[in-house]
């Protein structure tokens, strides 16, 4: 099939979905567990990245702070703020954790959108693990604070009795669809935004002087990726918090 | 057939390379890695000095903020100081100008006293001596008309020159 | 052999472009919550600030469903 589509590629030669492809960095062998991959790479860079701007950015420490030190101190406040108006007093006890996650998600949204980057947050395995871990943790702190008044959440006193039971039933739908729907959407609009990009070029590659179009495009859209990247990564963070909230106080909300 | 995909994989990618379960524990490995290091880089250096930093801030904004509102307190306890100087030097300087005013009208009544004083004697010097300077003109007249008189009665009829009668008669007329 | 899984594959790609139908629906969801939101930040703008991210919530959850259409779209295209 692959070779039929190669065959009869007149001038499209669109593969949006090659940017995601899992390979070794050195050699051409299986990917294994601990392959060395773009993944890694993608993955060190991220890491790398965050370091320099939250560890080597605060470095001065300075009451007046410093450009770099200034960027910090604001991602810091805004998730710290977000977790507080949300999850209230005793949500601060997971901001790290919460902190971790956002500043994970924000930087590798940014950096696979430099060309040729490896986007690792476009893939469900590395957002599923990332959902599934917020959702397990969430239950479990729901069952530890609450014991078994957690159940609580499910079963909406405010509602007529008839009602109840059916209510439950979506209720629990929707608690188990949560990690479900937090990584798709984080990995459906990373993955979606860059194919898009990758169509629009493949339309520049075959359209010669009216190529000037999709570049056009190309640049639009890559604004709006900026935007949906960064309000992703918020998303991401602020439904942490809201499924916390849901733990701390299941009764009220 | 799995090597097959594999092979394309590395060319194009067949289907969506997100649903290529091989790659799974790979990256899921990786991530773990990753998260663990940010969480301890996190943890153990951003956030304490983060949090350090902010509370130093508002340690310094606090105690600014002190030092402004005793500094406002002095400032306006200054402008109360100064506006009751104000106030006293206001009465004082009314105070002075009545008193100078006074002295100055008491010098002045004085001045004037003693200018109308002067010019009444020498209004009255000045009476006596054009009373004197009359008295002399008159006698004067006396004389010239008398001797005048005497002259003229010599050239025109020498007999009846009489000098005493002549006299009486110049003063008679000079009355008259 | 061959006529069947061009049929096959052109029911997956007919029932793709149809799943992706729905991501209009999450685009009329999006744009209601974001519609209503600004004519009540309008009509308050007090207010507005603090209800921000509880606008970004129901933009996610809006647009989750979409997302899963896009999901299903891509599932019929190249996973089979």
Same mark, same amino acid.
């Given at each position: 099939?692959?070779?039929?589509?190669?065959?009869?590629?007149?001038?499209?030669?669109?593969?949006?979905?090659?940017?995601?492809?899992?390979?070794?960095?050195?050699?051409?062998?299986?990917?294994?567990?601990?392959?060395?991959?773009?993944?890694?790479?993608?993955?060190?860079?991220?890491?790398?990245?965050?370091?320099?701007?939250?560890?080597?950015?605060?470095?001065?420490?300075?009451?007046?702070?410093?450009?770099?030190?200034?960027?910090?101190?604001?991602?810091?406040?805004?998730?710290?703020?977000?977790?507080?108006?949300?999850?209230?007093?005793?949500?601060?006890?997971?901001?790290?954790?919460?902190?971790?996650?956002?500043?994970?998600?924000?930087?590798?949204?940014?950096?696979?959108?430099?060309?040729? $980057?490896?986007?690792?947050?476009?893939?469900?395995?590395?957002?599923?693990?990332?959902?599934?871990?917020?959702?397990?943790?969430?239950?479990?702190?729901?069952?530890?604070?609450?014991?078994?008044?957690?159940?609580?959440?499910?079963?909406?006193?405010?509602?007529?009795?008839?009602?109840?039971?059916?209510?439950?039933?979506?209720?629990?739908?929707? %608690?188990?669809?949560?990690?479900?729907?937090?990584?798709?959407?984080?990995?459906?609009?990373?993955?979606?935004?860059?194919?898009?990009?990758?169509?629009?070029?493949?339309?520049?590659?075959?359209?010669?002087?009216?190529?000037?179009?999709?570049?056009?495009?190309?640049? $639009?859209?890559?604004?709006?990726?900026?935007?949906?990247?960064?309000?992703?990564?918020?998303?991401?963070?602020?439904?942490?918090?809201?499924?916390?909230?849901?733990?701390?106080?299941?009764?009220?909300? | 057939?799995?090597?097959?995909?594999?092979?394309?994989?590395?060319?194009?990618?067949?289907?969506?390379?997100?649903?290529?379960?091989?790659?799974?524990?790979?990256?899921?490995?990786?991530?773990?890695?990753?998260?663990?290091?940010?969480?301890?880089?996190?943890?153990?250096?951003?956030?304490?000095?983060?949090?350090?930093?902010?509370?130093?801030?508002?340690?310094?904004?606090?105690?600014?903020?002190?030092?402004?509102?005793?500094?406002?307190?002095?400032?306006?306890?200054?402008?109360?100081? %100064?506006?009751?100087?104000?106030?006293?030097?206001?009465?004082?300087?009314?105070?002075?100008?009545?008193?100078?005013?006074?002295?100055?009208?008491?010098?002045?009544?004085?001045?004037?006293?003693?200018?109308?004083?002067?010019?009444?004697?020498?209004?009255?010097?000045?009476?006596?001596?054009?009373?004197?300077?009359?008295?002399?003109?008159?006698?004067?007249?006396?004389?010239?008309?008398?001797?005048?008189?005497?002259?003229?009665?010599?050239?025109?009829?020498? $007999?009846?020159?009489?000098?005493?009668?002549?006299?009486?008669?110049?003063?008679?007329?000079?009355?008259? | 052999?061959?006529?069947?899984?061009?049929?096959?594959?052109?029911?997956?790609?007919?029932? $793709?472009?149809?799943?992706?139908?729905?991501?209009?629906?999450?685009?009329?969801?999006?744009?209601?919550?974001?519609?209503?939101?600004?004519?009540?930040?309008?009509?308050?703008?007090?207010?507005?600030?603090?209800?921000?991210?509880?606008?970004?919530?129901?933009?996610?959850?809006?647009?989750?469903?979409?997302?899963?259409?896009?999901?299903?779209?891509?599932?019929?295209?190249?996973?089979?």
């Amino acid at each position: 099939m692959s070779a039929e589509a190669e065959s009869a590629g007149n001038g499209f030669n669109i593969h949006p979905m090659d940017q995601f492809v899992v390979k070794p960095l050195f050699g051409h062998g299986d990917v294994g567990m601990f392959t060395i991959t773009n993944v890694t790479l993608w993955m060190g860079i991220t890491v790398l990245a965050i370091i320099a701007l939250l560890v080597l950015g605060t470095r001065g420490r300075a009451v007046v702070p410093s450009r770099s030190q200034s960027i910090a101190e604001s991602i810091y406040l805004f998730v710290h703020k977000m977790l507080e108006d949300i999850a209230g007093k005793e949500g601060l006890k997971y901001f790290p954790y919460i902190f971790t996650l956002f500043i994970f998600i924000l930087v590798a949204n940014i950096l696979g959108l430099i060309p040729g $980057a490896f986007t690792t947050t476009s893939h469900i395995a590395v957002t599923a693990v990332m959902a599934m871990a917020v959702f397990i943790t969430v239950t479990l702190i729901g069952f530890y604070k609450n014991g078994i008044g957690f159940l609580g959440l499910f079963w909406i006193s405010s509602a007529p009795l008839i009602l109840r039971p059916i209510l439950a039933l979506i209720e629990i739908i929707s %608690y188990f669809v949560r990690p479900i729907s937090h990584s798709i959407r984080l990995a459906g609009n990373m993955m979606a935004g860059h194919a898009v990009i990758k169509v629009f070029a493949g339309f520049a590659g075959a359209l010669g002087v009216f190529s000037v179009f999709p570049i056009v495009a190309i640049m $639009a859209v890559y604004g709006l990726e900026m935007l949906v990247v960064c309000i992703q990564a918020y998303v991401f963070a602020i439904l942490t918090c809201v499924y916390l909230n849901d733990a701390l106080h299941p009764g009220g909300h | 057939m799995a090597s097959e995909t594999q092979s394309a994989a590395s060319e194009h990618a067949v289907g969506m390379p997100q649903l290529d379960f091989a790659t799974f524990p790979n990256q899921i490995f990786w991530l773990v890695v990753t998260l663990v290091v940010i969480f301890f880089v996190l943890n153990r250096i951003v956030i304490p000095r983060i949090a350090s930093v902010l509370a130093d801030r508002h340690d310094t904004i606090q105690r600014d903020l002190e030092k402004a509102e005793e500094l406002k307190q002095k400032a306006v306890e200054a402008e109360e100081a %100064y506006n009751k100087a104000l106030a006293d030097a206001r009465v004082e300087a009314s105070n002075i100008v009545v008193a100078t005013k006074a002295v100055i009208q008491k010098d002045l009544d004085k001045a004037i006293a003693k200018a109308d004083a002067e010019i009444a004697a020498k209004a009255a010097e000045g009476e006596v001596k054009i009373k004197e300077i009359r008295d002399n003109a008159v006698k004067a007249v006396k004389v010239v008309a008398t001797d005048t008189a005497a002259a003229i009665i010599q050239s025109v009829m020498p $007999a009846a020159s009489d000098a005493k009668a002549i006299k009486t008669a110049v003063t008679a007329r000079l009355k008259g | 052999m061959a006529v069947e899984g061009d049929l096959v594959q052109m029911g997956a790609l007919i029932g $793709a472009g149809l799943a992706c139908t729905g991501m209009g629906g999450a685009a009329v969801g999006v744009g209601h919550v974001v519609g209503n939101y600004l004519s009540g930040a309008l009509r308050n703008p007090a207010a507005a600030a603090g209800q921000t991210a509880t606008m970004f919530i129901g933009i996610a959850f809006a647009e989750a469903l979409g997302i899963f259409s896009f999901l299903v779209a891509l599932l019929l295209m190249y996973a089979q």
